[in-house]
């Protein structure tokens, strides 16, 4: 997976991974470089909840997905094919230090974003 589409963006060295601690209280997800991401609290009701295992999951690989929905972005937009609006909000949202995704203005091709 290439992580050039959020390179500058301010997001942790991924990939991520999600941990179970040593104490066994908490999943913990780490970047690339070992550094704590975030503490997901973990007790043995929750031992067998898949929506709990689910949000672990997702949290682990979210700078995967938006690299991977960046990319998208931008292979689509050099064929001037718009997304919808949402789809422009939800990547820009998590990407606050980085420049705007737009929808394509005109059939050149160019990259905004």
Same mark, same amino acid.
């Given at each position: 997976? @290439?992580?050039? !589409?959020? &390179?500058? %963006? &301010?997001?942790? =060295?991924?990939?991520?991974?999600? /941990?179970?601690?040593?104490?066994?209280?908490? !999943? $913990?997800? !780490?970047? =690339?470089?070992?550094?704590?991401?975030?503490? /997901?609290?973990?007790? @043995?009701?929750?031992?067998?909840?898949?929506?709990?295992?689910? =949000?672990?999951?997702?949290? #682990?690989? #979210?700078?995967?997905?938006?690299?991977?929905?960046?990319?998208? #972005? !931008?292979?689509?937009?050099?064929? $001037?094919?718009?997304?919808?609006?949402?789809?422009?909000?939800?990547?820009?949202?998590?990407?606050?230090?980085?420049?705007?995704?737009?929808?394509?203005?005109? %059939?050149? &091709?160019?990259?905004?974003?």
């Amino acid at each position: 997976m @290439s992580f050039i !589409f959020i &390179g500058r %963006s &301010g997001i942790a =060295n991924p990939p991520w991974k999600a /941990v179970k601690s040593s104490k066994g209280n908490s !999943f $913990d997800i !780490f970047d =690339n470089d070992d550094r704590l991401i975030a503490r /997901v609290p973990w007790h @043995s009701v929750a031992m067998h909840d898949p929506e709990k295992l689910s =949000n672990i999951a997702l949290i #682990a690989a #979210a700078p995967e997905l938006l690299a991977a929905l960046r990319e998208l #972005a !931008f292979h689509l937009h050099m064929k $001037d094919i718009p997304l919808s609006e949402k789809f422009y909000e939800l990547i820009n949202k998590a990407t606050p230090g980085m420049p705007p995704i737009e929808p394509p203005k005109s %059939s050149t &091709g160019t990259y905004t974003g």
